[in-house]
């Protein structure tokens, strides 16, 4: 397995290691409930630097990246980012992904670790028909992410960036703790915070420093459930090679003005499911579990577990368009009655 810069620090903070694509990283230090709620009520960080990043210049970057994601990427001006998704094309989704406009010609792009050979490797036969480069910076960057209502006091803490200034997919270079970082008003948890972007030999030293001033060290598990919660997609449950963007919560996502890869396909597509969020009084639903109706089965969960907001579980499901409630789960070969959620499931700060 590999490694991030942290691992020391990782085993030096109790961290129970696990095997997350390809990488050691940490599951909990504590418990998930404890660091989730952390996150909701004060801020925690997170080792994400198994992500992959992808340097992305050349005169044609722009048509480029146009015709290879589906946001508008036009509209995208330098210092800031945008959520999006990398079309295949069938019109399905190869991955879904954070762009940042770091300079006039010149973008970085954010990819789930699972998916960064695959991503490389689609971005760059993509790129043959174009005036620019694709380079993976992966290896040479290392990336952690402060969450939480304290996150920009606690950072405000290190650096002498203004962050008050700084709105939401902003992103900007500044000295952390005395060490060069890039920040980006973005995350993955439903809270306000930073991503810092970081050289593998400084990211020890900014992680202490963090936690120092008033962090506290969270893992994986935490930030599966704080995504969930938050309503937001996994890349490999909700959004796969199969998932038609258009038919999901995330459609917002696509730009249909815009020419790009597989376009057609995806708007020729019909949409035979619905994504739900359930809600259960009793039991935790977990990836797999049917989805029952009075008629019999009609979905599945793609992603579930339980709030500890909420204090009950709470599920991603896709069930058949025209199915109809009530609902259920089968969790242990038990119907258990579950209710449709708006989602976010929590507010989002």
């Not at 996150?39 to 340097?55: I, N, P, Q, T």
């Amino acid at each position: 397995m590999k490694t991030t810069p942290l691992y020391q620090a990782h085993l030096r903070h109790g961290g129970r290691m696990v095997a997350f694509a390809g990488y050691a990283l940490p599951l909990q230090y504590t418990s998930i409930v404890e660091e989730h709620l952390a996150v909701r009520r004060k801020a925690g960080l997170f080792d994400v630097s198994h992500m992959g990043e992808f340097l992305i210049r050349g005169e044609e970057a722009l048509p480029f990246l146009q015709w290879a994601t589906v946001n508008d990427v036009g509209k995208l001006k330098v210092g800031r980012a945008q959520y999006s998704m990398l079309p295949s094309e069938r019109g399905g989704v190869v991955d879904d992904i954070y762009l940042y406009r770091l300079g006039e010609a010149v973008y970085l792009m954010v990819v789930n670790a699972a998916n960064i050979a695959k991503d490389l490797d689609h971005l760059k036969a993509l790129a043959r028909g174009f005036r620019v480069e694709v380079e993976d910076v992966s290896e040479a960057t290392a990336l952690l992410a402060l969450q939480g209502p304290e996150a920009a006091a606690i950072l405000q803490s290190l650096t002498g960036a203004d962050l008050s200034a700084r709105r939401k997919n902003d992103v900007f270079e500044a000295q952390v703790a005395g060490r060069p970082a890039r920040l980006a008003r973005t995350g993955y948890t439903g809270e306000d915070g930073f991503e810092l972007f970081l050289a593998p030999e400084d990211a020890e030293a900014v992680f202490e420093a963090l936690l120092a001033a008033g962090a506290r060290p969270c893992g994986l598990g935490a930030r599966d459930t704080l995504r969930l919660e938050a309503g937001f997609p996994l890349y490999g449950h909700e959004l796969t090679e199969a998932t038609n963007p258009l038919c999901t919560p995330w459609a917002w996502v696509v730009k249909r003005e815009k020419d790009f890869l597989g376009k057609e396909a995806m708007l020729a597509s019909p949409c035979r499911e619905k994504l739900l969020g359930l809600v259960l009084e009793t039991g935790i639903p977990r990836e797999g579990y049917a989805v029952l109706s009075e008629k019999g089965p009609v979905g599945r969960v793609t992603s579930g577990g339980y709030s500890p907001l909420l204090e009950k579980g709470i599920a991603l499901a896709y069930v058949e368009k025209e199915a109809e409630g009530p609902f259920f789960v089968e969790v242990r070969g038990r119907a258990v009655p579950a209710s449709i959620s708006p989602l976010p499931f929590v507010p989002l700060k």
